[in-house]
């Protein structure tokens, strides 16, 4: 193994360069790993949030195969095909002991190095212990790396209080929100309206099995809920569009009683305003949950395992390390797109 390798350095959203640095080494409670996928996340598109910490290796969705392994490791071996969440908390922590995993104060801090979009990773003993998962010989690397942001989708599930029954609107049908769309149905929703300005995403929110699309563009929202839903608006509005507009949007769809979740966060200068007698008159309740735990991704990995869910028909292109810039532009574009990995050792290699 050579002392240096390629990996994909984030210097702002339209400046991404494959530079060489050092492979990292491990100590004797570490695992080091062969990237074979990395996803590429909707979230590296904030630039507010990344560009503070430029430049750094991109990815934080990795899958691949041990390399090495540290001398007190004896849970894994070389060769072993791993998913690893890209962060751990400390368990016995305050937020971890109330069920906040991932806001516990050591969890950012566990994290892979340098980061996922290169050919070599390093897993800290943490991950060792509580976030490296054993992939099935039929599951294969991309798959694997939508476990870390559909997790999120399954964590922000599990806090939104869907009822049997419940007429769901997900706002945004990018990745996530196909996400949102296709694992609502196994926590009871009835209806699930998707609503998306992409008549593409519209159309693949369909086959993620929504019951209705609507186009802000083209239709009345309200409107057209209304219409389909027995007068009523949604029980439950997930909003997976980091903007104030769209967090209003869904303040507008949401019926006496409902819940709105808030999946990803406006930037963070933005304000919004509102009535707080109208919220607490209708009775609305507003949830979030910031990215996933262990407890999450395990979850969705028996989910993948028992197949109860399609991954594969989320992720629309491949490409190799080269093309992450290509790979980007399409994330940001966010038309015809879902879900990019990356593959740092080829994508004929892998399996």
Avoid at 135 to 157: H, K
Wanted: one cysteine or more; glycine letters at 10%; proline letters at 5%.
């Amino acid at each position: 193994m050579n002392s240096v390798m390629k990996a994909a350095v984030y210097y702002n959203n339209t400046d991404i360069r494959i530079e060489e640095v050092p492979v990292p080494e491990i100590d004797e409670n570490e695992i080091l790993i062969k990237t074979m996928a990395c996803g590429l996340c909707g979230g590296e598109s904030m630039e507010w949030y990344h560009i503070k910490r430029a430049p750094k290796v991109m990815g934080h969705e990795p899958a691949g195969l041990i390399a090495r392994v540290g001398r007190n490791v004896k849970t894994l071996k070389e060769g072993d095909r791993v998913f690893v969440n890209h962060h751990v908390p400390q368990l016995n922590s305050h937020q971890s002991l109330r069920g906040h995993f991932t806001k516990d104060a050591g969890y950012k801090k566990s994290e892979l190095k340098p980061g996922g979009m290169c050919e070599y990773f390093k897993a800290s003993a943490d991950h060792v212990r509580n976030g490296t998962f054993i992939l099935p010989g039929d599951m294969d690397f991309g798959t694997a790396t939508l476990l870390e942001p559909w997790g999120c989708v399954l964590g922000g599930l599990k806090v939104c209080g869907i009822r049997p029954g419940d007429t769901v609107a997900v706002v945004g049908c990018g990745f996530m929100g196909q996400g949102f769309v296709h694992l609502s149905r196994l926590f009871g929703a009835g209806l699930v309206f998707a609503c998306d300005l992409s008549d593409w995403r519209l159309n693949k929110a369909l086959e993620f099995g929504a019951s209705h699309t609507i186009n802000p563009a083209k239709e009345d929202v309200v409107q057209k809920l209304q219409d389909l839903n027995h007068g009523r608006r949604a029980d439950v509005v997930i909003m997976t569009v980091p903007s104030i507009k769209t967090l209003e949007q869904a303040f507008r769809m949401a019926e006496t009683g409902a819940t709105i979740h808030m999946n990803a966060p406006p930037p963070a200068e933005d304000v919004m305003k509102f009535i707080p007698s109208d919220m607490y008159d209708r009775e609305i309740s507003l949830t979030t949950k910031y990215s996933a735990d262990q407890f999450d991704v395990y979850q969705l990995f028996r989910l993948f395992e028992a197949k109860r869910l399609e991954p594969k028909k989320a992720i629309t292109h491949k490409f190799e390390l080269g093309g992450i810039n290509e790979a980007f532009r399409l994330l940001v574009k966010g038309d015809q797109s879902l879900k990019s990995i990356i593959y740092p050792h080829g994508i004929d290699t892998v399996s």
